[in-house]
């Protein structure tokens, strides 16, 4: 896990790094009065590499993936408790009204 992270940060620094680079490439640009019409190739390239690592540190760092079929061994089961009458719902819907006779004006 601790290899996915660092690898993550690495990616990050690369985009962070591409973005500053491409920033510097249109500064320069400025100076020199030229129409700004994509990024350097090094700079794709850089995308791509950084993309690739954050896609690969957020796929691999997370941990493990569970199975979802319902006859899997690993599946526990939720349900309510079964003592219903300490469940709250309290929330901010009970300050309108619960029938609204909205018209529109004609």
Known sequence: MALGFAIGVFGVLILFHAAYSTIQYRGLLKLTEEEFSGPPFNVV??????????????????????????????????????????????????????????????
């Open 45 to 106: 390239i850089e995308l791509s590499l950084g993309l690739v690592l954050c896609m690969w540190a957020a796929l691999t760092v997370p941990g493990k993936f569970l199975s979802i079929h319902p006859d899997s061994e690993e599946n526990r089961i939720v349900s309510l408790p079964a003592n219903l009458d300490f469940m709250i719902f309290n929330h901010r819907g009970k300050v309108f009204p619960v029938e609204m006779d909205l018209k529109l004006k004609q």
